[in-house]
Nanobody
């Protein structure tokens, strides 16, 4: 069983920085896509940033130039470095892993979620 364990998050003033980390555990051969989503109160969950094994990245327009996502394929870890934080970045941030194989010949497991970590940015 694949599980995602998140760390980081917390309270920071506007303009500050936070670093979120997420590590996948369990029997894993490969994870093609890892990323971060967020959900603010009363809003739908939205993609923040994602990255693939090959190094492709995708960012929400609202975080481009401020957030950086990186993935360590050997450690099955994804890190989101968040700089120049704004109050509107306040949300619960969820780690996501997609296109997971537990062996090289197994079928793909999609969309595993972490438990979420709170990020609060004060003005």
């Amino acid at each position: 069983q694949v599980q995602l364990v998140e760390s980081g998050g917390g309270l920071v003033q506007a303009g500050g920085s936070l670093r979120l980390s997420c590590t996948a555990s369990g029997r894993i051969f490969s994870i093609n896509v890892m990323g971060w989503y967020r959900q603010a109160p009363g809003k739908q969950r939205e993609l923040v940033a994602s990255t693939t094994t090959g190094g492709s990245t995708n960012y929400a327009d609202s975080v481009k130039g401020r957030f950086t996502i990186s993935k360590d394929n050997a450690k099955n870890t994804v890190v989101l470095q968040m700089n120049s934080l704004k109050p509107e970045d306040t949300a619960v941030y969820y780690c996501n892993a997609d296109q997971i194989r537990v062996t090289w010949y197994s079928s793909v497991i999609n969309n595993i979620w972490g438990q979420g970590t709170q990020v609060t940015v004060s003005s």
